[in-house]
């Protein structure tokens, strides 16, 4: 199956249970419209986002491996929390971030030699029309409705 991302929004309520359990972070990634399911395109994603291939930099550099580890080991780690001031800015990063900034940064070989995730990048440019670039949509989307709303948000590669 390999590491996928997953990313749930969390209002106030379920941020002041999870603060006050953070073991019930686990039982949180159950599908449904608040979480985005990045599959496996998240690593690719970040490198695009950062031009790195952990660090976080910028305003955006936290949506996908950002945030304070909590709770238990969900396969790859425990989840991170983002708090809902780190939400509103991680989502004015992204939305800074135009799509022909990032078809610039896709470059297959540099990111094969960076060890990216998944290891499919010298299959050519469909990669990058075909697979990221809809997931970086889906992902500014997601940040935008949760910084609307006020939201934390958890995430989690799995």
Known sequence: MGMVFAARRLSGAELATVL????TVGTLFQGGPDEL???KAWHGLHYLV???TYEIRGDAGPAIVGGE???PDLGMGPARLLMPDAV???AAGL???DDATLRARFDPEAMS???IYPHIWDDGDDEFDGYLLPYFTALRDFYHDAAASGDAVLLAVT
Do not use: N
Request: proline share 9%; aromatic share 0%.
């Open 95 to 97: 939305d800074a971030v």
């Open 113 to 115: 030699e960076a060890e």
């Open 37 to 39: 399911d990045l599959d």
């Open 50 to 52: 950062t031009g790195t």
């Open 20 to 23: 006050a359990d953070p073991d």
């Open 69 to 71: 580890p909590i709770g």
């Open 88 to 90: 509103r800015t991680v």
